[in-house]
């Protein structure tokens, strides 16, 4: 049940569960208290770890966090596109969670006025979000007026010995890197399995082989199921950047093109 305050304003805070997110609605309920509505756009491929996420943020906050979802998740987005996403065609995004959550926001501004508090940080000015171009939604970047940079976030989430998922986006992206694809083999070969019988349906309906990993990207197979020979046969990649990759992109394993 969504609750406006006494005014007849409906707070929400768009918890994606990232770092970034987490820390802004744990800090907002403290800093600002108020019967916040909270909700997250869940495309329907995460890995389990990220719904028990959100489901302890919601206790924690003591609010059930809403899935706004598309009419279908990211399997029944790729089959009607009748192709994977790619650099050029990052249709998942837009249809899973941008334009979701664009008409929920719409909805709710048929009943009275709407602030979404997003979870930008100080420490990134250039970086735009939120506005989703409704002009009866205001819009407020709380951790900026605190003036928090990703150092703030990272020690009030330990305070709040809160940990976040290493992956808080969909379970196979385009944008994976080759040991997050053999970390998904060896840790959920279901989901493994499914991505690849993706590729193939798709690959039927076109003609032609298409795949989840870009062919130019290294030496390695692009074909997920060319891919599990070589991890079956205990081919490992490098894991040379994995480290440095979390260290500058501590948002859960999160792009920052699906964050919210």
């Given at each position: 049940?969504l609750?406006?305050?006494?005014?007849?304003i409906?707070?929400?805070?768009?918890?994606?569960?990232?770092?970034?997110?987490?820390?802004?609605?744990?800090?907002?309920?403290?800093?600002?208290?108020?019967?916040?509505?909270?909700?997250?756009?869940?495309?329907?491929?995460e890995?389990?770890?990220?719904?028990?996420?959100?489901?302890?943020?919601?206790?924690?906050?003591?609010?059930?966090?809403?899935?706004?979802?598309?009419?279908?998740?990211l399997?029944?987005?790729?089959?009607?596109?009748?192709?994977?996403?790619?650099?050029?065609?990052?249709?998942?995004?837009?249809?899973?969670?941008?334009?979701?959550?664009?008409?929920?926001?719409?909805?709710?501004?048929?009943?009275?006025?709407?602030?979404?508090?997003?979870?930008?940080?100080?420490?990134?000015?250039?970086?735009?979000?939120?506005?989703?171009?409704?002009?009866?939604?205001a819009?407020?970047?709380?951790?900026r007026?605190?003036?928090?940079?990703?150092?703030?976030?990272?020690?009030?989430?330990?305070?709040?010995?809160?940990s976040?998922?290493?992956?808080?986006?969909?379970?196979?992206?385009?944008?994976?890197?080759?040991?997050?694809?053999?970390?998904?083999?060896?840790?959920?070969?279901?989901?493994?399995?499914?991505?690849?019988?993706?590729?193939?349906?798709?690959?039927?309906?076109v003609?032609?082989p298409?795949?989840?990993?870009?062919?130019?990207?290294?030496?390695?197979?692009?074909?997920?199921?060319?891919?599990?020979v070589?991890?079956?046969?205990?081919?490992?990649?490098?894991d040379?950047?994995?480290v440095?990759?979390?260290?500058?992109l501590?948002r859960?394993?999160?792009?920052?093109?699906?964050?919210?």
């Amino acid at each position: 049940m969504l609750e406006r305050d006494e005014k007849g304003i409906l707070h929400v805070v768009a918890l994606s569960g990232g770092k970034d997110s987490t820390a802004l609605a744990l800090r907002l309920a403290e800093m600002e208290p108020r019967q916040y509505n909270y909700v997250c756009t869940p495309t329907g491929d995460e890995l389990p770890e990220m719904f028990a996420h959100w489901r302890r943020i919601g206790e924690i906050l003591g609010r059930r966090i809403l899935p706004i979802m598309a009419h279908t998740g990211l399997s029944g987005i790729v089959r009607e596109e009748r192709m994977i996403p790619n650099h050029s065609a990052r249709f998942c995004t837009r249809k899973l969670k941008i334009e979701p959550y664009q008409a929920w926001l719409r909805a709710q501004v048929q009943h009275g006025p709407v602030i979404s508090y997003v979870g930008l940080r100080a420490d990134e000015p250039g970086r735009a979000g939120g506005a989703y171009d409704i002009a009866e939604v205001a819009v407020r970047f709380p951790m900026r007026e605190w003036g928090w940079g990703v150092a703030d976030v990272l020690s009030y989430l330990e305070q709040r010995d809160v940990s976040i998922p290493e992956r808080t986006d969909c379970a196979r992206c385009y944008e994976q890197q080759l040991i997050e694809w053999w970390l998904l083999w060896k840790q959920h070969p279901d989901i493994f399995a499914d991505a690849e019988q993706q590729e193939a349906e798709v690959s039927a309906m076109v003609g032609k082989p298409v795949s989840w990993r870009s062919p130019s990207r290294d030496a390695w197979p692009a074909q997920l199921k060319d891919l599990r020979v070589e991890f079956e046969r205990g081919r490992i990649p490098r894991d040379t950047k994995r480290v440095q990759r979390q260290r500058d992109l501590f948002r859960g394993g999160q792009c920052r093109v699906c964050s919210m």
